[in-house]
């Protein structure tokens, strides 16, 4: 899903490259660079101008009360909220602010996959297919802080102990 932002020209990361640069970003224990954080902002910002499009335009061909489509709406708008947050002073305010873009990335992107029908594993990042065998994943959601939510596939557990 390589799209390229119209007025730039600029090559669009896919979803599950975000995903996994924003994941990363989360699992940071020490402080990342001042540089690093920027950079990961700037990156974030972008995407997310690129798939809230992607979102809003998903909901708006489902039905006005569509819980979904309208959960994935709320998240849009939290998204938005965040993307409006002017730079923090400090390097750990910079960072709080950029986890929280980072982590409307991780939300916006489960919800496009599920006003999209994929599922995809949060381990290895491969779209689980109709019909394979998974398992649920129970840690928090990507909104509460955590990087990893939803389904899995049976061999990913096994390695994740």
């Known amino acids: 899903m390589n799209a390229t932002h119209s007025e730039t020209e600029v090559p669009v990361p896919s979803i599950t490259a975000m995903r996994a640069q924003a994941g990363w970003f989360l ?3 020490t402080l990342p660079r001042h540089q690093t954080t ?3 902002g700037q990156d974030c910002h972008g995407f997310l101008e690129h798939l809230i499009a ?3 335009r998903l909901a708006s061909e489902r039905p006005k009360d569509d819980v979904p489509a309208n959960v994935a709406l709320a998240a849009v708008n939290e998204a938005q909220i965040r993307m409006n947050e002017p730079e923090a002073a400090g390097l750990q305010g910079e960072v709080e602010r950029v986890q929280r873009l980072a982590r409307s990335v991780l939300s916006l992107a489960d919800h496009h996959d599920h006003l999209t029908g994929i599922t995809m594993c949060v381990v290895c990042d491969r779209v689980i297919e109709a019909g394979e065998e998974s398992v649920r994943h129970d840690d928090a959601s990507p909104s509460c802080g955590a ?3 939803g389904r899995i596939h049976p ?3 096994s390695r994740r102990r």
């Open 38 to 40: 920027k950079l990961m």
């Open 27 to 29: 699992d940071q224990r």
């Open 54 to 56: 992607q979102v809003e």
């Open 155 to 157: 061999e990913c557990a």
């Open 147 to 149: 990087a990893r939510s």
